[in-house]
């Protein structure tokens, strides 16, 4: 088992930064993907930027450019570097750490809310 905590979310203005974290423990061996997702109310989840175990990223053409994820393997931490919010960047940010190849090994954090005010 992998548990997955975010944390970092909060209130921003439009233009500003937030930078999000998801910490992980547990088996995290079993994972080597992780990724960032957002739902905003009314609006389907939708793929924000991808970290692999090789450091490719990628990201969903709504944020390139102005998020930026990364992670501190000492730390069993992924970070969501996010800049020049928008107010259709506010959601809930969820991360998911999983195994591509064995999707038995698919986690997701509880969430944080980002709130961007214009």
């Known amino acids: 088992q992998v548990q997955l905590v975010e944390s970092g979310g909060g209130l921003v203005q439009a233009g500003g930064s937030l930078k999000l974290s998801c910490a992980a423990s547990g088996s995290i061996f079993s994972i080597n993907t992780m990724d960032w997702y957002r739902r905003a109310p009314g609006k389907q989840r939708e793929l924000v930027a991808t970290i692999t175990r090789a450091d490719t990223t990628n990201y969903s053409d709504s944020v390139k450019g102005r998020f930026t994820i990364s992670r501190d393997n000492a730390k069993n931490t992924v970070y969501l570097q996010m800049s020049s919010l928008k107010a259709e960047d506010a959601a809930v940010y969820y991360c998911?750490?999983?195994?591509?190849?064995?999707?038995?090994?698919?986690?997701w954090g509880q969430g944080t809310q980002v709130t961007v005010s214009s």
């Open positions: 998911r750490g999983y195994n591509p190849w064995d999707l038995r090994n698919d986690y």
